[in-house]
């Protein structure tokens, strides 16, 4: 009863948990867990009619998993191939960028071969202690939500809807984002690269929007101000950008553009100019130059047919 709401229910949106055990095994790992919670996740992809799933190890008690709270298995359903999502990732790791891990898996429910998902590591505060080995900052999910994420008006830090804090969410302590935001308000200031640079791990992002132009991925922080996550990590005094959510690229389009046809020296400001970041990025030469210097050795090392 239970896996039939959750792969044929008709209100995905509410994000039910369901206990289940999970059998877990590859190469090296063969083991059962038990009181774990399963349900349905994602936004535009949460209702196709293969449904992709979230797993949490600790919803009904239980413990992490090889230090994992929680795994969620994609469907990738505007990607037919299924592979754009783990390329990109694999990339932008390959690259320097702090990007989620991920590998596919075949799920089965009660026996039930369900088919072939991508399985993402989750951005939490384990994701955040393996890559900055601190937690203790804000992480805020950056979401489109009828209006983007686009860093420009100190007023809309508050906007839980737009950046979903998900740390110190008591606390809720936004001057970070505020002073983020506003230094990048002020891009025409004399000292605005320094001050920058100061706040914001700046060349992580070039490498970041580097791989982005490269793999057309236009659903994204630069281009709609969509699909990102921002890190305020205490031991470094800089926030930092995480990506997320890369399933449209590679050619995957809703807009009527052919996203490989356009030019790199266009892309920091977006296609509407509607990033703050990458507006105020795109007017630093230096900045420009070290972006376009990334994509000349990506596309040597990283971003070619032979690796790919």
Not at 123 to 140: H, K, P, Q, S
Request: overall charge negative.
């Amino acid at each position: 009863e239970d896996k039939d709401s959750l792969i044929h229910g008709k209100h995905p949106e509410l994000r039910i948990y369901y206990p289940a055990t999970i059998h877990f095994t590859n190469s090296l790992i063969d083991t059962i867990i038990d009181s774990v919670g399963v349900r349905n996740r994602g936004n535009t992809s949460i209702d196709n009619f293969k449904r992709p799933i979230k797993i949490d190890f600790k919803e009904f008690g239980g413990v992490k998993f090889y230090d994992h709270k929680k795994f969620n298995l994609k469907t990738e359903p505007n990607d037919p191939s299924l592979l754009r999502e783990f390329l990109g990732l694999y990339v932008m790791r390959e690259a320097g960028v702090p990007a989620a891990r991920s590998s596919f898996a075949s799920v089965y429910i009660n026996n039930e071969n369900m088919g072939l998902y991508l399985n993402i590591e989750q951005i939490d505060d384990e994701f955040l202690d393996r890559r900055f080995d601190n937690d203790t900052g804000n992480l805020y999910k950056c979401l489109y939500h009828d209006v983007p994420a686009d860093l420009r008006d100190e007023s809309t830090a508050s906007d839980n809807q737009r950046y979903v804090i998900k740390t110190n969410e008591e606390i809720n302590d936004r001057s970070k984002l505020v002073d983020l935001i506003n230094v990048l308000a002020d891009s025409d200031n004399p000292d605005f690269k320094s001050e920058l640079a100061g706040i914001f791990e700046i060349d992580m992002f070039l490498k970041y929007m580097a791989v982005e132009s490269l793999f057309g991925h236009w659903d994204s922080p630069t281009m709609l101000a969509n699909n990102y996550y921002l890190y305020e990590n205490e031991l470094s005094g800089k926030t930092v950008l995480i990506p997320y959510d890369l399933d449209n690229t590679l050619g995957i389009d809703w807009l009527g553009a052919d996203w490989s046809e356009f030019s790199f020296s266009d892309w920091p400001g977006g296609l509407w100019q509607s990033n703050a970041l990458s507006i105020a990025v795109g007017r630093v030469p230096e900045f420009v130059e070290r972006y376009e210097q990334y994509i000349v050795t990506d596309i040597k090392y990283l971003f070619n047919e032979e690796i790919l």
